[in-house]
C-alpha cells in the first residue's frame, strides 16, 4: 500500500577517488506519509569489494524534520542490500544534525534523545554491507515518513569508506530476539516465561494536549509499552467484508468500507536454555486500510469518554456524558518513556528506561500491512487532531473527567490488565447548555436508613451512596447502610445534554446513641395545596426542633421554627407560599424528616 518515489537527484564523490561519498545538494522535501523517498549516492573508483579489511565505516546525515520519530531511515547498496539506520526513534523531538551512524559507537540510536548529533548505534549493523560486496554504484539513503501533518527536508548523506571498519559489538547482556539468555521475566524468580507487553495510557500526554471547541472534546494520546515483550500484530491474510471471506486485495467492501483482516499477537517466549526465542501466536483482533492516512491501523485499540466523576475510585464506573472509540491505530514507535518527565505512570508508579530490564526488545514497529508493534519501553503518541475527539453538543461548562481506555475488548494479551485505564480532570469553558441542578437533600430514619431528594425536572439520576454499592438511577432512593459510619454521597444528574453533580457527607448508626428525636411524624395538609398550608407533628417529651422550608434546589428558604418545643402537638399555618414544589425537613435531636409539599 506504500506509494513509492524516487527522487531525481545524484550526488557525486567530493573527490572521484576519495573514500568519502556524499550528497550535498539544495535541500529536498520529505513527502509526508507514508511516500518512501531514495536520495542516491555515487560511488565510484574504489575497491570493487568491501569486508572487515576495507569496507563501509560510517554514515552521517543531515536531517531537518520537526518529529523525528515519524521516520524510517535506510540505507540501501546497488546490489540491493538493505540496513535500517533508525526505525521510528526520537519522540516528539526534531531533527538528525550530522548524526554518524558507525558500529563503535556508544550509544544505540534507539535510547538516544534529539536532536541526534555525534556517534550512534544504528538500529541495524552497517556491516552487513561488508559481506565482498561491489561497492561502486548508486547507493540510497531511504526516507519514509509514515505518519501525517509534519512534513521535513533532506540535507545532506555522507558514505565513508575506510580500513578496519569497526565489528559490531559485541553483546552479552542485553535482551534481544536472538540473545534470550539476558531477557528477564515479569517474575524475576523465574527463568522460562512468556513475555507479555504490557500496555498503559499517559496521563501527561492527555493533560497537556486536550483543548474543547464548542459541542467537542479533543485530546493527544500515548499508548505506551512497559511489559517485558513487545506488543507485535501480524496479519493472517484473511479479510472479510462483515462477515464474508474476500480476497486481502479488495479495495472497498459495498458498504464504502474497506475490508478488514483478521490479526494475531505474537508473543515470544524466552526458555531456560537461552538462545533464540520461539513465539506463539494468538487472534489479536483486525486491522483495516485508512484511507485518510494511507496506512493500516490496529482496529477498536482505544476509548476514550468524558464523564463525571462520583466517590467510586474506578473511574470506568463513572456516568458517561460522551464517548467516542478511536477504530485505529498504527502502532508505530516514538520515544522511550524517559522522553519526557512524568511520561510513564502505572498504578500511581512513575516508570523510567532503568526499570524496564528488557527495554527495546522487539523487531516490528510502524504502520505496514506486514506488521505493526511497539517495542519494550516505547511509545505510541497521536496528537488531538488525529480523531481522538468526542462529541458532546450542548453540554454545559464544569468540572469533567477525560477517561481513557486502552484495548477496551481485551484483543491483545497483557502482563496487566488492570492498568489499562487513566482519568484526566478537565474544566470546560466553551460550552452552550445551561447547568442542570444536582443538589439534593435527605432525610435519616431508623439509624441506618436514607431518604433522598433531587427535584430537578426531566433528568436521569445516578446515586453513589459512598459505600460501594452499586450505583442506582433512581428518582428518589432509600437506601439502608450496613455499617455505621460517615459517606460521601455524590448524584449526577443529567438532561441528555448537560451533567452536573453534587456531594454531601452523610452520618448514620453513631456508635453508643440511640435516636434522641421524640418526634413521631410530620404532617401536610393539604398537599397538593392550592391555598393555605398546615403543617403539624407531635413530640413525645420537650426537645429541639428545627422546622425549614427548602426548594428544589436544597436551598433553605424559610424558618418556619427553631429552638426548644414542649411535648404534645405542634401546629403552623403557612399563608404566603407562592406556587411551585418545596421540601419541608425537621430534624429533631439525631432524628430527620423530609417531605415534599406542591403548592399549586
Given amino acids: 500500500m506504500k506509494k513509492i518515489l524516487t527522487a531525481l537527484l545524484f550526488c557525486v564523490s567530493i573527490n572521484a577517488y576519495s573514500q568519502t561519498f556524499s550528497c550535498n545538494t539544495v535541500p529536498a522535501a520529505i513527502p509526508d506519509n507514508n511516500t518512501l523517498t531514495s536520495y542516491p549516492v555515487n560511488v565510484a573508483g574504489i575497491?570493487?569489494?568491501?569486508?572487515?579489511?576495507?569496507?563501509?565505516?560510517?554514515?552521517?546525515?543531515?536531517?531537518?524534520?520537526?518529529?523525528?520519530?515519524?521516520?524510517?531511515?535506510?540505507?540501501?547498496?546497488?546490489?540491493?542490500?538493505?540496513?535500517?539506520?533508525?526505525?521510528?526513534?526520537g519522540g516528539?523531538?526534531?531533527?538528525?544534525?550530522?548524526?554518524?551512524?558507525?558500529?563503535?559507537?556508544?550509544?544505540?540510536?534507539?535510547?538516544?534523545?534529539?536532536?541526534f548529533t555525534g556517534m550512534y548505534i544504528p538500529d541495524n549493523s552497517i556491516n552487513v554491507f561488508n559481506n565482498n560486496q561491489n561497492p561502486n554504484g548508486t547507493w540510497n539513503l531511504e526516507i519514509l515518513d509514515d505518519f501525517p501533518t509534519v512534513s521535513g527536508t533532506?540535507?545532506?548523506?555522507?558514505?565513508?569508506?575506510?580500513?578496519?571498519?569497526?565489528?559490531?559489538?559485541?553483546?552479552?547482556?542485553?535482551?534481544?530476539?536472538?540473545?534470550?539468555?539476558?531477557?528477564?521475566?515479569?517474575?524475576?524468580?523465574?527463568?522460562?516465561?512468556?513475555?507479555f507487553p504490557d500496555l498503559i495510557v499517559s496521563a501527561k500526554v492527555i493533560r497537556d494536549g486536550w483543548n474543547e471547541a464548542t459541542g467537542s472534546v479533543s485530546m493527544s494520546n500515548a499508548v505506551i509499552n512497559?511489559?517485558?515483550?513487545?506488543?507485535?500484530?501480524?496479519?493472517?491474510?484473511?479479510?472479510?467484508?462483515?462477515?464474508?471471506?474476500?480476497?486481502?486485495?479488495?479495495?472497498?467492501?459495498?458498504?464504502?468500507?474497506?475490508?478488514?483482516?483478521?490479526?494475531?499477537?505474537?508473543?515470544?517466549?524466552?526458555?531456560t536454555a537461552g538462545g533464540a526465542m520461539t513465539y506463539t501466536d494468538y487472534p489479536a483482533g483486525n486491522q483495516s486500510y485508512h484511507p485518510a492516512h494511507g496506512h493500516v491501523h490496529a482496529e477498536e485499540f482505544c476509548e476514550f469518554t468524558l464523564r463525571v466523576a462520583t466517590s467510586n475510585p474506578d473511574p470506568t464506573t463513572w456516568p458517561i456524558i460522551g464517548s467516542s472509540l478511536k477504530q485505529s491505530y498504527c502502532m508505530i514507535n516514538m520515544g522511550t518513556c524517559d522522553s519526557q518527565d512524568s511520561m510513564c505512570v502505572s498504578h500511581g508508579i512513575e516508570i523510567t528506561n532503568a526499570m524496564i530490564p528488557n527495554l527495546n526488545l522487539g523487531v516490528v514497529t510502524g504502520c505496514g500491512s506486514n506488521g505493526q508493534g511497539i517495542f519494550v519501553g516505547r511509545y505510541d503518541l497521536y496528537g488531538a487532531g488525529f480523531g481522538q475527539t468526542i462529541?458532546?453538543?450542548?453540554?454545559?461548562?464544569?468540572?469533567?473527567?477525560?477517561?481513557?481506555?486502552?484495548?477496551?475488548?481485551?484483543?491483545?494479551?497483557?502482563?496487566?490488565?488492570?492498568?489499562?485505564?487513566?482519568?484526566?480532570?478537565?474544566?470546560?469553558?466553551?460550552?452552550?447548555?445551561?447547568?442542570?441542578?444536582?443538589?439534593?437533600?435527605?432525610?435519616?430514619?431508623?439509624?441506618?436508613?436514607?431518604?433522598?431528594?433531587?427535584?430537578?425536572?426531566?433528568?436521569?439520576?445516578?446515586?453513589?451512596?459512598?459505600?460501594?454499592?452499586?450505583?442506582?438511577t433512581a428518582s428518589y432512593p432509600i437506601h439502608t447502610y450496613t455499617t455505621p459510619g460517615t459517606y460521601l454521597v455524590t448524584l449526577t444528574v443529567f438532561d441528555g445534554t448537560c451533567a452536573s453533580s453534587s456531594s454531601?457527607?452523610?452520618?448514620?448508626?453513631?456508635?453508643?446513641?440511640?435516636?434522641?428525636?421524640?418526634?413521631?411524624?410530620?404532617?401536610?395538609?393539604?398537599?397538593?395545596?392550592?391555598?393555605?398550608?398546615?403543617?403539624?407533628?407531635?413530640?413525645?417529651?420537650a426537645s429541639t426542633v428545627e422546622l425549614h422550608m427548602l426548594n428544589i434546589l436544597g436551598e433553605r428558604v424559610k424558618v418556619i421554627t427553631e429552638g426548644n418545643q414542649l411535648a404534645g402537638e405542634h401546629r403552623f399555618d403557612l399563608n404566603d407560599l407562592a406556587a411551585g414544589t418545596y421540601f419541608v425537613k425537621l430534624v429533631n435531636g439525631d432524628k430527620q424528616i423530609i417531605k415534599k409539599l406542591i403548592k399549586l
Fill in 504 to 541: 454531601q457527607y452523610v452520618t448514620v448508626g453513631l456508635t453508643g446513641i440511640s435516636e434522641t428525636g421524640t418526634v413521631n411524624d410530620l404532617v401536610i395538609s393539604p398537599n397538593p395545596a392550592s391555598d393555605a398550608v398546615t403543617i403539624s407533628f407531635q413530640l413525645n417529651a
Fill in 154 to 195: 533532506f540535507l545532506s548523506v555522507n558514505l565513508y569508506f575506510a580500513n578496519n571498519p569497526p565489528p559490531d559489538p559485541v553483546i552479552t547482556n542485553v535482551c534481544a530476539l536472538t540473545n534470550a539468555a539476558p531477557c528477564k521475566c515479569k517474575d524475576t524468580t523465574q527463568t522460562d516465561c512468556d513475555l
Fill in 92 to 115: 516528539m523531538g526534531a531533527n538528525y544534525l550530522n548524526t554518524a551512524f558507525r558500529m563503535n559507537a556508544t550509544i544505540p540510536v534507539g535510547l538516544g534523545n534529539p536532536p
Fill in 47 to 89: 575497491s570493487s569489494s568491501i569486508n572487515s579489511t576495507y569496507g563501509l565505516y560510517s554514515v552521517t546525515i543531515n536531517v531537518s524534520h520537526a518529529q523525528v520519530s515519524d521516520l524510517t531511515i535506510g540505507l540501501t547498496s546497488p546490489n540491493g542490500t538493505n540496513c535500517i539506520l533508525s526505525l521510528h526513534n
Fill in 226 to 271: 512497559i511489559g517485558s515483550g513487545p506488543v507485535e500484530m501480524k496479519p493472517t491474510g484473511q479479510c472479510f467484508c462483515d462477515t464474508v471471506p474476500v480476497a486481502c486485495a479488495t479495495t472497498m467492501c459495498p458498504n464504502g468500507m474497506p475490508p478488514k483482516e483478521r490479526v494475531r499477537q505474537r508473543v515470544y517466549h524466552k526458555s
Fill in 391 to 472: 462529541q458532546v453538543p450542548g453540554i454545559c461548562d464544569g468540572n469533567y473527567y477525560i477517561v481513557t481506555t486502552i484495548d477496551p475488548f481485551n484483543h491483545f494479551i497483557e502482563e496487566d490488565e488492570t492498568n489499562n485505564t487513566v482519568a484526566v480532570p478537565v474544566t470546560l469553558t466553551q460550552q452552550p447548555g445551561t447547568q442542570v441542578s444536582a443538589a439534593f437533600i435527605y432525610g435519616i430514619s431508623g439509624g441506618m436508613t436514607v431518604g433522598f431528594f433531587n427535584y430537578t425536572p426531566n433528568v436521569t439520576r445516578t446515586w453513589d451512596f459512598g459505600d460501594g454499592t452499586p450505583l442506582t
